[in-house]
């Protein structure tokens, strides 16, 4: 088979002859009709669409009353259990969440390194390899995560947990709780090269991230220096962390130290956590495995009392107990301690192998419950569905949170002009040019989101993880229906613009290491890398000096 190099030109003229036989078909009146046609088809595509006519959601037709869910409270030895009746269609999900917010420094900078791997452990009865076919054959997406929220009553105070999640058909729930509890009281920290394996492959996901995931990074840093939440939560603390401990092994012959030290932080972790004061448990089913669940959970923890030499420790006594020497524990506390808040302003550019740039400025606001949140939370919608649109011409916008607000950009080809371009944003705000039709779409925006649907094993978590409370929630909802065009132009000129003048903002890029770094340095940028090697060349510039082993904990 042979192709027709001459197949594209032929077609084009049996076209030109086709379309000549039409032409030469046509009388002179039906040809001027066709081009009469032409001009009023061309004037009508032009024309600016009538958007009224076509049918709409409006602000009436959004729901004024929350969903609440409805819990059922019990407490087996003193803990709390709360069920919660939903149509899971045969399946059980269980949650036990464990605060960590007063867990001992020198443990804190692993909590990110043991929610990682605890999934991925074996037991002293269980290999890790046997350990998971078990739990991909009789158990959905079990996980461990840390969650940190702000308090919604003070913008200083914040709620960290971790927590154990794990799902199952109603006919796994007995083998779902063999193997949970066997993690729970015999995981195994022993096995190096399983731990090896993790921490390579985790190491090496972090590593990627900083480029994959920059806008996160560049959000939560800027973030982090405004709230405590914020910084408790920061990213690239957690990560950078994360690359020490992988880079530490790859480089030295006296690995098993490290692993020593990994096996010591993460089974004081384990020790801490399972306390009874800490501990409570979430349970969504169907109503016909109450029973099995109340008995499964009460045989738990049981067994977590009888292993767990602090489950009936009192929370005053707790940190002494988790460490045979409590004083050592607390000198390591102060050498690897990273979270420790203190209020700061960034203007930090990280340098990246890439030829974009992630521009993100952060704002101080209120808790959820200050009556100005939820104007504030239309006013983001708004400016990123309008101005901030117009002016970045990549994907830009504004997310309004509790505790903070920030503007940002996505694969941005500029670096100052685009907060320039937030700060023309601000003004725009300031000055109320927006319009009521603006602030309609902006409210149906802020609605599509909160009011996405949620699936039965999520319900209530909002205020079982963040207390969030029904009412709370209501009257959110009440006043983001009633946010006005002046509430607006409050809130800009209050927490925004105020802010820009008094240069209390926090600007953060995620960018190429092709920008003019210079030219940032002399207006008091300063430059970093995410993580050593992913950037410019070390020694480039002061600030990317490659930094000493003690010093790698506190790059934030």
């Known amino acids: 088979m042979n192709p027709d190099l001459d197949m594209i030109s032929e077609e084009d003229k049996e076209e030109k002859r086709f379309l000549?036989?039409?032409?030469?078909?046509?009388?002179?009146?039906?040809?001027?009709?066709?081009?009469?046609?032409?001009?009023?088809?061309?004037?009508?595509?032009?024309?600016?669409?009538?958007?009224?006519?076509?049918?709409?959601?409006?602000?009436?037709?959004?729901?004024?009353?929350?969903?609440?869910?409805?819990?059922?409270?019990?407490?087996?030895?003193?803990?709390?259990?709360?069920?919660?009746?939903?149509p899971t269609n045969g399946l059980t999900f269980f949650r036990m969440k464990i605060d960590i917010k007063h867990c001992p420094d020198y443990i804190r900078p692993y909590l990110h390194f043991y929610s990682l791997i605890f999934p991925k452990c074996g037991t002293k009865t269980l290999k890790h390899n046997a350990m998971d076919q078990k739990l991909d054959l009789y158990t959905y997406n079990f996980d461990v995560q840390r969650i940190t929220t702000p308090n919604p009553n003070n913008v200083e105070d914040y709620q960290d947990y971790l927590v154990f999640s794990v799902g199952c058909l109603d006919k796994n729930i007995e083998k779902m709780f063999d193997l949970i509890t066997d993690l729970f009281v015999n995981i195994d920290f022993k096995d190096y090269t399983n731990m090896s394996q993790l921490l390579k492959i985790y190491s090496s996901e972090a590593a990627n991230s900083f480029v994959e995931n920059s806008l996160d990074y560049a959000s939560s840093y800027a973030s982090s220096g405004l709230r405590k939440s914020a910084f408790v939560n920061e990213k690239l603390a957690k990560n950078r962390h994360l690359c020490q401990l992988g880079a530490n092994v790859l480089k030295t012959n006296f690995s098993r130290v490290y692993y020593e030290d990994f096996e010591f932080h993460l089974s004081s972790i384990n020790e801490h956590l399972f306390n009874k004061n800490l501990m409570s448990i979430v349970v969504h089913s169907g109503k016909e495995v109450r029973e099995l669940m109340e008995r499964r959970i009460e045989l738990m923890l049981f067994t977590l009392k009888n292993d767990k030499r602090n489950f009936l420790t009192g929370l005053s006594n707790l940190h002494d107990l988790v460490n045979e020497n409590p004083e050592e524990a607390r000198e390591t506390s102060q050498e690897h301690n990273p979270f420790r808040f203190q209020k700061k302003l960034f203007k930090t550019h990280f340098t990246l192998p890439m030829q974009v740039n992630y521009v993100v400025e952060s704002f101080a606001t209120p808790h959820y419950n200050d009556p100005d949140t939820p104007k504030l939370h239309i006013l983001s919608q708004l400016l990123s569905s309008t101005v901030l649109h117009q002016e970045i011409r990549?994907?830009?916008?504004?997310?309004?949170?509790?505790?903070?607000?920030?503007?940002?950009?996505?694969?941005?080809?500029?670096?100052?002009?685009?907060?320039?371009?937030?700060?023309?944003?601000?003004?725009?705000?300031?000055?109320?040019?927006?319009?009521?039709?603006?602030?309609?779409?902006?409210?149906?925006?802020?609605?599509?989101?909160?009011?996405?649907?949620?699936?039965?094993?999520?319900?209530?978590?909002?205020?079982?993880?963040?207390?969030?409370?029904?009412?709370?929630?209501?009257?959110?909802?009440?006043?983001?229906?009633?946010?006005?065009?002046?509430?607006?132009?409050?809130?800009a000129q209050k927490y925004l613009l105020e802010s820009i003048k008094k240069g209390e903002t926090s600007q953060v890029i995620f960018g190429s290491q092709n920008n003019n770094l210079e030219g940032l340095m002399s207006r008091g940028w300063k430059i970093e890398q995410p993580v050593e090697g992913l950037s410019v060349q070390e020694g480039s510039y002061e600030q990317n000096k490659k930094p000493e082993p003690e010093d790698v904990q506190k790059l934030t």
């Open 20 to 86: 000549k036989a039409i032409q030469d078909g046509l009388s002179e009146v039906q040809k001027k009709k066709v081009i009469e046609d032409s001009i009023k088809l061309k004037q009508y595509q032009e024309k600016i669409q009538d958007t009224s006519i076509l049918p709409t959601l409006e602000l009436d037709d959004i729901p004024r009353k929350v969903e609440a869910t409805n819990f059922e409270r019990k407490d087996i030895m003193d803990i709390p259990i709360h069920f919660s009746e939903q």
């Open 394 to 491: 990549e994907k830009g916008g504004a997310y309004g949170g509790e505790g903070v607000m920030s503007f940002w950009s996505y694969r941005d080809p500029h670096v100052l002009e685009t907060y320039q371009a937030f700060e023309k944003a601000v003004q725009w705000a300031s000055k109320g040019e927006m319009s009521e039709g603006d602030i309609k779409d902006a409210k149906m925006g802020v609605f599509a989101r909160i009011d996405k649907v949620v699936e039965p094993q999520h319900k209530g978590m909002f205020e079982l993880l963040g207390g969030v409370t029904t009412e709370m929630r209501q009257q959110y909802r009440t006043r983001l229906l009633e946010v006005k065009h002046q509430d607006l132009v409050d809130v």
